[in-house]
Structures are given as C-alpha cells and as structure tokens.
C-alpha cells in the first residue's frame, strides 16, 4: 500500500490533500503511515480522484484518466497515450 505514491502520482502533495479534507497534515501522515480507517481512505481517494482500490493497491495503479487541478480544484479529464 502506497498511499502516498498515489498522492503524488496524482499530481498532489500532502498539503493539498490536508486542505482538501480540512485537517492538518500531520493527520494526512499519520493515515499514509499509518493504518488508516476505510472512511479515512474513502475521503483520500475521493480528494485526489482515484477508488479506494487504487489508493490501496500493492502495485502503481495505472494513471486515472481524471484528476483534480491543484489550483483551482476542477476535475479535468486527460487523455492518455
């Protein structure tokens, strides 16, 4: 389980994903390192636009076609090649 993998595959750094979920990044670290609780990992994933599964699998998911702007927040929709 690389959660913070995904986070920055994702385009996100832990700053982002705290202030997505309105709590300070020591908690976002303490999840990423942690054992982190199923609602915790739900709020995750939905932040930076992947399924629980993907957050949580053992091998790199492949890029989600859908991410968040880390500026303005909007989903946007990449095409992959």
Do not use: W, Y
Request: with cysteine.
């Amino acid at each position: 389980m690389d959660i913070k993998g995904v986070i920055n595959r994702q385009g996100f750094t832990m700053q982002q994903v705290a202030d997505a979920l309105g709590i300070s990044q020591q908690a976002v670290s303490q999840a990423v390192n942690g054992n982190p609780s199923l609602s915790r990992l739900r709020e995750i994933a939905q932040a930076i636009g992947v399924t629980v599964s993907e957050l949580v699998a053992d091998a790199p998911a492949p890029p989600s076609p859908l991410m968040k702007c880390p500026h303005c927040g909007h989903t946007l929709t990449v095409e992959l090649k």
